[in-house]
């Protein structure tokens, strides 16, 4: 899916600077902090388009970590293949228009931005660490590989990336998950009955 079509399901929004984009696109969605390896993105992309598959990628947020994945493209040629639209107030617009989120951080207590994207129909490549592999079933809704493993990150997104059928069934798959297991008649109900089981210890 390119930037300016959708798939059933998904928020019909533009993207602003993005929208004229027509090949996949990867997104990256994040604070820009160094647990967040913003810069394994780029090696990713990079080697991805060594595969010679077509893609762009979306780069949303700001951080300490931004000129670092910045001059990196340039350092591997590859910046104009690279958008970084900073800070965004409606992250679902992008997430919507994309077709694979990256998030290769070191570290994530729950991954929000994996079930956000899950939920928009986008399969995730990710790091098996922290709550990730909660969220993700490797293989099903996203691929997980080890932290700093950017060959392995760039052939599954090439894979995903290449194979529109493949990309539409984890995309779906990704979004009933998402929906079953976290939406809120769901998950209030197990907040509530926490709480009542916490509350009843203490007043025996």
Excluded: W
């Amino acid at each position: 899916m390119s930037l300016s079509s959708r798939v059933p399901g998904r928020t019909g929004a533009r993207c602003g600077p993005c929208c004229e984009v027509t090949e996949p696109v990867l997104v990256h969605v994040s604070n820009f902090r160094p647990v967040k390896r913003p810069v394994d993105c780029v090696e990713i992309l990079a080697r991805v388009l060594k595969k010679g598959v077509k893609t762009r990628l979306i780069m949303v947020g700001d951080g300490s970590e931004r000129p670092n994945a910045e001059h990196r493209a340039r350092c591997l040629g590859i910046y104009d293949y690279c958008t970084f639209v900073g800070k965004q107030p409606r992250i679902v617009d992008y997430l919507s228009a994309s077709d694979v989120l990256l998030l290769p951080s070191e570290q994530e207590s729950f991954g929000l931005a994996a079930l956000e994207a899950m939920a928009c129909e986008v399969p995730v490549v990710a790091s098996r660490v922290g709550g990730l592999p909660e969220v993700v079933t490797d293989g099903e809704t996203g691929f997980l590989s080890p932290v700093g493993d950017v060959d392995k990150m760039a052939t599954d997104a090439a894979r995903l990336l290449s194979d529109e059928k493949l990309r539409h069934d984890m995309g779906q798959a990704a979004r009933e998950f998402a929906i079953d297991r976290y939406c809120t008649d769901c998950v209030i109900p197990e907040y509530i009955s926490f709480y009542e089981q916490v509350i009843a210890k203490q007043s025996a």
